[in-house]
T-cell receptor, first 111, second 111 residues
Framework: NAGVTQTPKFQVLKTGQSMTLQCAQD?????MSWYRQDPGMGLRLIHY???????DQGEVPNGYNVSRSTTEDFPLRLLSAAPSQTSVYFC??????????FGSGTRLTVV | RKEVEQDPGPFNVPEGATVAFNCTYS??????FFWYRQDCRKEPKLLMS???SGNEDGRFTAQLNRASQYISLLIRDSKLSDSATYLC????????????FGTGTRLLVSP
């Protein structure tokens, strides 16, 4: 099992550009989430999904879209990148009652 | 009041020492709890779940105090490799069973 695979690992964007962060898991987990981590602020939930076709907003959803067409994949789309979106992004998946397995993260810089 | 609070530290301890971290949570209906470890510039990794009766995994002991709404992590015989940030995670037991992360406690173990 590969676990949770995130791509790319690093990305630099110009303000206004769009891009998609990819996330895939091979553990057949129901729940998947995207977090961003900024210094001193901990992990903040962007969007989450409780199954294929079902997504919802977390605490910081503005500027991001998600979709979940399959159990395995949960891409995060930045619509129009802003410097405030410079962060480390983690995708995570879990079964219903257990803890998360995280991907290795994407370090995004918006200039 | 924050949903999950941790002392950010750092806790500086010598090798071989015993160190304990506490984490308080606000939602008395929370049902499941976890400790994660995060190394610098890496993803969080599940260290252990926390059970009502307390549980131990080698040098690590986790305890839950529902009356006072806190969980604790005790590390005995600290190793240099234990240096990391320890994240407390609480399942808020809402419809999505939202997992809320504390901002972490940093541990530095010195020779």
């Amino acid at each position: 099992n590969a676990g949770v695979t995130q791509t790319p690992k690093f990305q630099v964007l110009k303000t206004g550009q769009s891009m998609t962060l990819q996330c895939a898991q091979d553990m057949n987990h129901e729940y998947m989430s995207w977090y961003r981590q900024d210094p001193g602020m901990g992990l903040r939930l962007i969007h989450y999904s409780v199954g294929a076709g079902i997504t919802d907003q977390g605490e910081v959803p503005n500027g991001y879209n998600v979709s979940r067409s399959t159990t395995e994949d949960f891409p995060l789309r930045l619509l129009s990148a802003a410097p405030s979106q410079t962060s480390v992004y983690f995708c995570a998946s879990r079964p219903r009652d257990l803890g998360y397995t995280f991907g290795s993260g994407t370090r995004l810089t918006v200039v | 009041r924050k949903e999950v609070e941790q002392d950010p530290g750092p806790f500086n301890v010598p090798e071989g020492a015993t160190v304990a971290f506490n984490c308080t949570y606000s939602n008395s209906a929370s049902q499941s709890f976890f400790w994660y470890r995060q190394d610098c510039r890496k993803e969080p990794k599940l260290l252990m779940s926390v059970y009502s009766s307390g549980n131990e995994d080698g040098r690590f002991t986790a305890q839950l105090n529902r009356a006072s709404q806190y969980i604790s992590l005790l590390i005995r015989d600290s190793k240099l490799s234990d240096s990391a940030t320890y994240l407390c995670v609480v399942n808020m037991n809402t419809g999505f069973q939202k997992l809320v992360f504390g901002t972490g406690t940093r541990l530095l173990v010195s020779p």
